[in-house]
């Protein structure tokens, strides 16, 4: 398909356990985001990539969580060590360039811890 | 610091009256982009518009209909003569330049039920 692809749709793991979450963006574009978002709320921005670079990482919440797009293409957001509170809908999205650019979502990863 | 307040939770109408919903934003910022992203019960957000912080002129889409007021910091979005199929959570979004960085900042958003 065109759009954003993100795997798996559902995540089911136990607490300590490492996940990794995919993103497939559109073909094309060099921008993309990582948001976590839960119940009742908006997306949290995470983290931004321009090509492979993380141009803005602030939104990470701690060191068990990273993010690679080793050649500026598919994405991988990992997380060490889970947690409970962990659980939540992980979005990606990606535009065509960086500020300002309407982005495009996936329909997400539904993280949820044991 | 950066941040959208849309103080509108839910609100329900009866198809085929206008409704309002309300968008906040507060940045340092003089260079900033504000969207609205509409995220259906299917769950993908879906980009409705843009709007950058030097082009203050309305726009209308459709129903759809947009003010953008600097003055009071607002970027309201207006759905005229509402159908079933607008039922969904709204954001609203921004962006800033310089003290934002590449963050997107979302509202909380607002559930949006139009009853047939």
């Known amino acids: 398909g065109a759009g954003v692809s993100q795997t798996p749709s559902n995540k089911v793991t136990e607490k300590g356990k490492y996940v990794e979450l995919r993103c497939d963006p559109i073909?094309?574009?060099?921008?993309l985001y990582w948001y976590r978002q839960s119940l009742g709320q908006g997306p949290e921005f995470l983290i931004y990539?321009?090509?492979?670079?993380?141009?803005?990482d602030s939104g990470l919440p701690n060191d068990r969580f990273f993010a690679v797009r080793p050649e500026g293409s598919v994405s991988t957001l990992k997380i060490q060590r889970t947690e409970r509170g962990d659980s939540a809908v992980y979005l990606c999205?990606?535009?065509?360039?960086?500020?300002?650019?309407?982005?495009?979502f996936g329909d997400g990863t539904r993280l949820s811890i044991l | 610091a950066q941040k959208v307040t849309q103080a509108q939770t839910e609100i329900s109408v009866v198809e085929k009256e206008d409704v309002t919903l309300d968008c906040v934003y507060e940045t340092r910022d003089t260079t900033y982009y504000l969207f609205w992203y509409k995220q259906p019960p299917s769950g993908e957000l879906v980009f409705l518009i843009r709007?950058?912080?030097?082009?203050?002129q309305n726009e209308i889409s459709g129903r759809y209909s947009w003010n953008f007021q600097k003055s009071t910091s607002s970027f309201n979005f207006t759905i005229t003569a509402s159908q079933v199929v607008d039922s969904a959570v709204y954001f609203c979004a921004l962006s800033g330049l310089n003290t934002g960085g590449f963050k997107t900042i979302f509202g909380a958003g607002t559930r949006l039920f139009v009853k047939a």
């Open positions: 709007r950058n912080s030097f082009d203050e």
């Open positions: 073909s094309g574009h060099t921008a």
């Open positions: 990539f321009q090509g492979t670079g993380a141009a803005d």
């Open positions: 999205a990606s535009s065509i360039g960086g500020l300002g650019q309407p982005q495009h």
